[in-house]
């Protein structure tokens, strides 16, 4: 983002953001949860970042990666030094 860009949105929607990414990682406090609970009922940009960080935060969590097994590791190795 551009500075011009931030220097348009007003700081109060920039702190609102900082406790919505902090929500969907369960790292938010009370205050701050009531905070943006208050200024989206106000705000309809905010209140669009915070119904697009949830679903973003659940189509990750609903799509997650698990990983490879220890087993899948050595055959996916294996396979790469063949090529």
């Known amino acids: 983002m551009c ?3 931030e220097q348009k949105i007003p ?6 953001a ?5 929500q ?11 905070r943006l609970q208050l200024h989206i ?8 970042y915070h119904q697009l960080n949830n ?3 659940k189509l990750i969590k ?5 990983g490879f097994s220890y087993e899948e590791k050595q055959n996916l190795k ?6």
């Open 62 to 66: 609903r799509n997650s990666f698990e």
């Open 24 to 34: 969907q990682y369960e790292e938010a406090s009370f205050w701050q949860k009531i």
């Open 41 to 48: 009922l106000n705000c309809e940009r905010c209140e669009k």
């Open 11 to 16: 700081k109060s929607c920039r702190r609102v």
């Open 78 to 83: 294996a396979k790469l030094k063949i090529s």
């Open 55 to 57: 679903a973003l935060t």
């Open 3 to 5: 500075k011009d860009s």
């Open 18 to 22: 900082e406790f919505s990414d902090k």
